[in-house]
């Protein structure tokens, strides 16, 4: 609804095996804890970051939070990374941007400093969250060249004004054909856009939002 903020996180934590699933499984019931300052990126971080440094565990994440809020035909997005790649913005036209934020990895130091970056989403428009697993992906014609960030954003623009799940299933079926039958980190995408219709979507080819390690 015009008004309203959804959230939208997408992480990654560091290494696998159970001591990565059980951090996730930290990291997802400390951010539902959190829900209700959604729209306080950095005290969420930093409560989150607290409750790892707290935890056990030597591990640490990385993670984007985006919230949107429709303004009429438009969205408007603030968005936060740590220690993340930036989400990039494609726009109706085919162009890729890449927002303006940055921050420290969670549960690595005392306190977590992040800048918060502000866009609109016209009509058309879409922001696209990804992990480093997409733009690390080994594979190619010799097989150990990176898919590259260069590679996604070509990618991208030619998702230009497609559904939210469109430009999901495009970047998939390409890192896909890049890496082939080699091993790989986790690669998740999740594209907000702002359609044409009045329905808001955020999608990442199975879920409604995810986190994942």
């Not at 303006?100 to 428009?125: H, I, K, N, W, Y």
Request: net charge negative; glycine share 10%; hydrophobic share 45%.
């Amino acid at each position: 609804d015009e008004g309203d903020a959804s959230l939208v996180v997408l992480g990654d934590v560091c290494g696998k095996g159970l001591e990565a699933a059980v951090m996730t499984g930290k990291i997802r019931n400390t951010l539902h804890a959190l829900l209700p300052m959604a729209d306080d990126h950095h005290r969420m971080l930093s409560l989150l970051n607290s409750a790892l440094l707290n935890s056990e565990s030597t591990r640490f994440a990385t993670m984007v939070l985006a919230s949107a809020t429709r303004e009429g035909n438009s969205v408007r997005l603030r968005l936060t990374s740590a220690g993340h790649p930036a989400p990039l913005l494609l726009r109706s036209d085919g162009r890729i941007e890449a927002a303006a934020t940055q921050g420290t990895l969670v549960g690595v130091l005392p306190a977590v400093s992040a800048e918060t970056a502000s866009v609109t989403l016209a009509p058309g428009d879409a922001c696209v969250l990804y992990t480093d697993g997409i733009s690390e992906a080994r594979g190619g014609p010799l097989g150990g060249a990176m898919f590259g960030e260069e590679r996604l954003r070509r990618a991208l623009s030619e998702c230009a004004a497609m559904p939210a799940q469109a430009v999901v299933e495009h970047v998939q079926m390409l890192t896909a054909q890049w890496v082939g039958q080699g091993r790989h980190d986790d690669m998740a995408i999740v594209v907000i856009s702002a359609p044409r219709t009045n329905h808001l979507s955020a999608v990442d080819g199975r879920t409604r939002g995810r986190f994942t390690a």
